[in-house]
């Protein structure tokens, strides 16, 4: 089992409400991802980060943000949800090696509807 | 945009059957990893093979790779219930894309029925 951690696992919320995503990680990994994945379908980067205070944006158009603040956190916020952010949103973090093998190690998602 | 397209995009089986999944790709990789994501769950780590290997085997798993079809596939062997899940194939692109970055197919959905 990987040592990241996301919650809240489930967010049922209103449009318009703004959102914070949390994910934690204690392997002391220096990147970490955001994804986002719809039922059955491919995962889309949305946000990366190389550090602390480092962030970058991914293939996928998004109008969340992000931080990184610390090694272990790296939270999502969207500002003001939408139903057509209605997803898994699962994070991910692995080891920064020079050798360029990048195996990730995923929480468990959090699965969010907006009404 | 994807680099890996999985295929079949769903496969049934009998427990006990060998299920093989099929990746393809389209640029130069360093790497090819396997992923397995249980429903409503996030991704776990299966195996790596990096560009110049051609097979790696892990338990019931194998692995291949051809890098002049730009195509890999994963055959689990004796398969269980257990088993069911989506498979992804991810790519680590060579030259390097910014910092390694993965590229994950849509995945293959496998059902092993008992």
């Known amino acids: 089992e990987a040592d990241i951690y996301q919650t809240p696992r489930y967010l049922v919320i209103g449009t318009g409400k703004k959102i914070t995503l949390e994910c934690s990680q204690t392997?002391?990994?220096?990147?970490m991802y955001w994804y986002q994945q719809d039922p059955g379908m491919e995962l889309h980067l949305i946000h990366y980060?190389?550090?602390?205070?480092?962030?970058e944006k991914g293939d996928l158009s998004s109008e969340s943000t992000v931080s990184r603040i610390r090694t272990e956190h790296f939270p999502l916020t969207l500002e003001s949800a939408r139903p057509s952010h209605t997803s898994q949103y699962l994070c991910?973090?692995?080891?920064?090696?020079?050798?360029?093998?990048?195996?990730?190690?995923f929480g468990p998602g959090t699965r969010l509807t907006v009404l | 945009s994807q680099q890996g397209e999985e295929d079949p995009q769903a496969l049934s089986i009998q427990e006990g059957e060998n299920a093989t999944m099929n990746c393809s790709y389209k640029?130069?990789?360093?790497?090819l990893q396997w992923y397995r994501q249980n429903s409503g769950r996030g991704l776990v780590h299966l195996i790596l093979?990096?560009?110049?290997?051609r097979e790696k085997h892990s338990g019931r798993l194998r692995v291949t790779l051809d890098t002049s079809k730009k195509s890999s596939s994963l055959l689990i062997t004796a398969s269980r219930a257990a088993d069911t899940a989506s498979y992804f194939c991810?790519?680590?692109?060579?030259?390097?894309?910014?910092?390694?970055?993965?590229?994950f197919g849509g995945g293959t959905r496998l059902m092993v029925k008992p």
């Open positions: 991910a973090s692995s080891e920064y090696l020079t050798s360029g093998t990048d195996t990730q190690y």
């Open positions: 392997m002391g990994h220096d990147k």
């Open positions: 980060s190389y550090g602390v205070n480092s962030t």
């Open positions: 640029t130069s990789i360093n790497n």
């Open positions: 093979i990096r560009s110049n290997e």
């Open positions: 991810a790519t680590d692109d060579f030259p390097n894309n910014a910092g390694n970055m993965l590229t």
